[in-house]
């Protein structure tokens, strides 16, 4: 093998799949459709383990044990596995352990360099997440959302995707009917409101006007007629609407500023608003679209459901609703953004809505000979209580998100004023807001996304398990190591061939590092951050041994640069992996 790795090299595992498949096409008894299945191993057995014999096998009336015999030999001979040791295992896998030499090379390759911006260049993907809707505040049911989104987003991004981050915020929807007519009803000036208190006002007189609605009819009627005028433009309403986004759009910004998000389009509902008439008469006129008792609807018979249970595109009264917005979404992505996939981050409660949306979008295109883009719903659980049910305030609202924040980051300073007292009071308000927004973030993004999770502070600020502030900690430790030799760790020599490790901490601090590049792999795959988490999690544990076990200053050079060479390269998996996670970092805490 040469001394320097070959860039293919970078994920093992997606590298040893193709030589186990190359090596497999010319074997009697294998065939083209052959994967190998390699997995990361248990490391009792090895770093990889070759799986797909046993199905292949099976599903051809083969013996397993004997072709994976036959793969083992030709392995055996193949050069680019020279260094590694393989064996057969059970009814027919096969277990690869990666010499010292090899992962010593890899690391002195690889530090400071997983360039992986390959993996989806060329590709356009559409992210629609956040999206609140306007006239109220954001509360804990948007951050998920957000914060997954986000994520998703900085590694399409990392990988090379052209990335469209695109804000579709409900600002024309049936809540307007309501509130103008409250607004109207209680005389206010909404152009000189409070900034500060405008939105409490709006959703005080959103309460008002639908507990008035309920009871009164009239009320309701006048409501359903404030709409209509409404989105036939009437001059005052779109005064009044236009004050409540803009109130709503400033209230939403300040909170993206704080959590770290940005976008580059934030074309909401009503920006869809003269294109939805074209959508309905279109699907109608291409027969996908059908009368039902007055409204327009599409049914999907193939759909064990969804034959009986139709998407409903238009109200029986001709309102437009979400899912005519939708459809024109989709057109209009496709069209000026030429999407190759979009993806919608919401929670799982709108499961039915996309898979409607997705089959409609499938019979749509292709009678408009517009390709159909990837089209996928990355949907998440509820936040809970400590309780086990929806978090909410004790006299039972939502919990607004700016109190939330301000809440996390009180309780962060707390912690850090007691642990760095003699910090300027400057840097430890910027270390406790990192701490805070980075816990809130880990918290969400380390569970599996599509369970509900349990909202706890204790547990998301504590330093030890698998939190934000366990992992800025260990960011912070290695620069404090570098600190003291006065090296900057992004600096010193890359591509040193001659590393072997030797201790029992380094060869497992090395097998964690290489597992990064098939570590991001797995989340794109999935759209699932926890992955990322779980490996972040792992990695810190990992290099806690070696620094423990491990001297690193007053050892003789070579041993002094390779156990720096393994800090490094975990500082910068750790700090890329944050980062990808939406997460601040801090050089000390
Ligand atoms: N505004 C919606 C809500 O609050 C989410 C919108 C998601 N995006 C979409 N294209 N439907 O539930």
Redesign the pocket.
């Known amino acids: 093998m040469n001394e320097n790795l070959e860039a293919s090299w970078l994920d093992i595992k997606a590298k040893l799949t193709t030589i186990f498949y190359t090596l497999s096409q010319s074997i009697d008894g294998f065939s083209d459709d052959f994967d190998p299945e390699v997995r990361v191993a248990d490391s009792r057995f090895g770093d990889f383990q070759v799986n797909g014999v046993l199905r292949f096998a099976k599903g051809k009336g083969e013996n397993p044990r004997e072709l994976a015999q036959k793969l083992l030999i030709r392995a055996k001979e193949c050069e680019e596995l020279s260094s590694m040791e393989l064996e057969l295992s059970g009814p027919g896998f096969i277990n690869i352990r990666l010499s010292a030499l090899f992962l010593g090379r890899w690391i002195g390759n690889f530090c400071g360099r997983c360039d992986i911006s390959q993996w989806l260049s060329g590709k356009t993907i559409v992210i629609?997440y956040s999206?609140?809707?306007t006239a109220k505040q954001m509360h804990v049911g948007h951050l998920r959302s957000m914060i997954i989104g986000e994520s998703i987003q900085r590694l399409l991004r990392f990988c090379g995707a052209k990335v469209i981050r695109d804000n579709?915020i409900?600002d024309w929807g049936t809540q307007f009917g309501i509130l103008i007519m409250a607004i109207k009803r209680a005389k206010v000036n909404v152009s000189a409101m409070d900034e500060a208190t405008a939105l409490d006002e709006f959703e005080r007189l959103y309460r008002e006007g639908s507990d008035l609605a309920k009871e009164d009819i009239s009320a309701l009627d006048e409501a359903r007629k404030e709409l209509l005028l409404l989105q036939r433009g009437d001059s005052e309403n779109l005064k009044i609407w236009e004050a409540i986004n803009g109130v709503s759009y400033r209230a939403f910004e300040e909170i993206y500023r704080q959590m770290d998000v940005t976008f580059d389009y934030v074309l909401g509902e009503s920006f869809y608003r003269d294109k939805v008439d074209h959508v309905c008469d279109e699907l109608e006129s291409l027969g996908i679209a059908e009368e039902d008792n007055g409204a327009l609807v599409v049914f999907h018979r193939e759909h064990e459901r969804f034959r009986t249970q139709p998407f409903l595109i238009r109200k029986s009264d001709g309102a437009s609703n979400y899912a005519t917005t939708?459809l024109a979404?989709v057109l209009y992505r496709e069209k000026e953004f030429h999407a190759d996939e979009i993806i919608?981050v919401?929670d799982g409660r709108?499961q039915d809505h996309f898979q409607q949306l997705f089959l409609t979008v499938e019979r749509w295109f292709p009678l408009k000979d517009i390709s159909i883009p990837i089209l996928k719903h990355v949907w998440f659980g509820t936040v809970l209580g400590e309780d086990g049910h929806a978090i909410k305030t004790r006299s039972g609202e939502s919990i607004k998100l700016k109190q939330l924040m301000e809440e996390g980051i009180g309780r962060a300073l707390a912690i850090v004023e007691e642990k760095n007292p003699s910090f300027p009071e400057e840097e430890r308000r910027k270390i406790a807001r990192i701490v805070a927004i980075g816990a809130i973030k880990y918290a969400d993004l380390s569970q599996n996304r599509t369970n509900d999770y349990v909202f706890s502070w204790e547990k998301m600020l504590a330093f030890d398990g698998n939190t934000a502030p366990y992992l800025l900690y260990a960011v912070t430790r290695i620069h404090a190591l570098f600190r003291k030799l006065a090296l900057t760790p992004n600096s010193g020599e890359h591509g040193l061939s001659a590393v072997v490790f030797s201790t029992a901490e380094e060869l497992a601090l090395a097998r964690q590092l290489i597992n990064f590049p098939p570590t991001i792999k797995q989340v794109l795959e999935d759209l699932r951050p926890h992955y990322l988490c779980t490996y972040l999690f792992e990695l810190a544990s990992e290099f806690s041994s070696f620094y423990n076990g491990n001297r690193i200053l007053g050892e003789d050079e070579d041993i002094l640069e390779k156990r720096l060479l393994l800090c490094r390269f975990t500082l910068y998996v750790l700090e890329i992996g944050l980062h990808l996670l939406g997460i601040e970092t801090l050089e000390r805490m």
């Open positions: 629609d999206s609140p809707n579709h409900g939708d979404t919608y919401t709108q």
